[in-house]
C-alpha cells in the first residue's frame, strides 16, 4: 500500500514596505508586526500535523515565516535557492495602485512577450526548480508531512502545473494571499489531491504586491 505523503507550500507574511516597493529578491525586507502574527497563526494551525521537516527561501521574510513552526515544532529551517522568489527585473520600484507599474511607458520595454514572461524570470523555469525541490523533500519525508516557506509567483507557477493549467496569467488572479498554504498531498509518487486554505486570512489587510 502506498504511502500518503504531503508537502505544503507557505507563503510568507506580510513585509513592513509603507513604500510599496516590488521588493522582489532585494535584502532588508522584513515581517511586520501583522506578518510575525500570521507566521504565529500557520505555526499554530499547523501544530497537530506530521510535519517533520522545514525549508525556506533564503530572503528574510521567509525565514522570519518559517521560525514560529521551527520554535514550535523543535525543527532546523533549512534553506534552499529554489524557493526563492522569481526573479524580477523591475524589482526595486514602486508598485503603485493596481498594476500602475505595468502601465509605465517606461516599463513598456520589458512587456513584450507576457506569455515568458519577458519582465522576469520564465515560468517554466520557476516551475522547474520548485518541483524539484518538492520531489526531493518529498522522498525524504516519505509518509509525513513537510512545510516550504516560499514566495507567490514561485508557489502558484507549481500549483499551476499540478493541475495542468496554463502558465501564463493575470497576476491580479493568483490564489495564493500572504500566510497561505497550497498543500499538496501523495499517494507514492503520484500526486492526488492539491489544497488551499489561509489560516491567517482574517489578518489579510489587502491586496498583497505581485512578486513578493
Known sequence: MAETTVVHLMRHGEVHNPKGILYGRLPGYHLSA??????????????????????????????????????LLELDVRTDDRLIEAA???????????????????????????????????YPVIVGRMRSIINEVRAEVRGHEAVLVSHQLPIWAIRMAAEGRR?????????????????????GDRLVSVGYSEPAGSLQTGPSVPGA
Open 34 to 71: 501583522t506578518g510575525q502574527l500570521m507566521a504565529e497563526t500557520v505555526a499554530k494551525a499547523l501544530e497537530g500535523r506530521d510535519v517533520v521537516a522545514l525549508w525556506s527561501s533564503p530572503l528574510e521574510r521567509a525565514q522570519e515565516s518559517a521560525a514560529p513552526l521551527a520554535a
Open 88 to 122: 524580477n527585473m523591475l524589482q526595486g520600484r514602486t508598485v503603485g495602485r493596481g498594476l500602475s507599474l505595468f502601465r509605465d511607458p517606461k516599463n513598456y520595454r520589458y512587456f513584450w512577450n507576457p506569455l515568458r514572461p519577458s519582465w522576469g524570470e520564465p
Open 167 to 187: 502558465l501564463w496569467h493575470d497576476p491580479r488572479r493568483r490564489q495564493c494571499n500572504l500566510a497561505s498554504l497550497t498543500t499538496l498531498t501523495f499517494d
